[in-house]
């Protein structure tokens, strides 16, 4: 989905990654943010992340798409369940961007 430019640093973008930072969601390489812009000399260029958000992190799952939200064996690395890294990722980001928007958090 493409993103409103003053909407950037309000979005964060996840994805699942496998234990050594492989992708592992191919859900999430559908779509893109690429548009066209143009130089100062009047020529359009494409730039493939003209509308993507500021922010985008990676999430270290067991399985794939559907498993995000998972909380049992097998969907544990450790004691830690595949929700727990998500929420954790998200949180954090959401965290960091309040206090870096200025609103105190």
Not at 44 to 62: E, K, N, Q, S
Not at 69 to 93: C, E, H, I
Request: proline residues 6%.
């Amino acid at each position: 989905v493409r993103i409103d430019p003053d909407m950037r640093g309000k979005v964060g973008y996840f994805f699942a990654v496998d234990g050594r930072g492989r992708r592992i969601d191919a859900v999430t390489r559908l779509g893109g943010w690429g548009g066209l812009r143009f130089t100062a000399g009047g020529w359009p260029v494409w730039d493939r992340r003209l509308y993507a958000p500021a922010y985008a992190g990676t999430i270290r799952i067991v399985g794939g798409h559907p498993d995000y939200f998972r909380t049992g064996p097998p969907f544990t690395v450790g004691q830690v369940s595949n929700l727990q890294r998500t929420l954790d990722a998200v949180w954090t980001w959401f965290v960091k961007s309040a206090v870096g928007s200025g609103s105190g958090g």
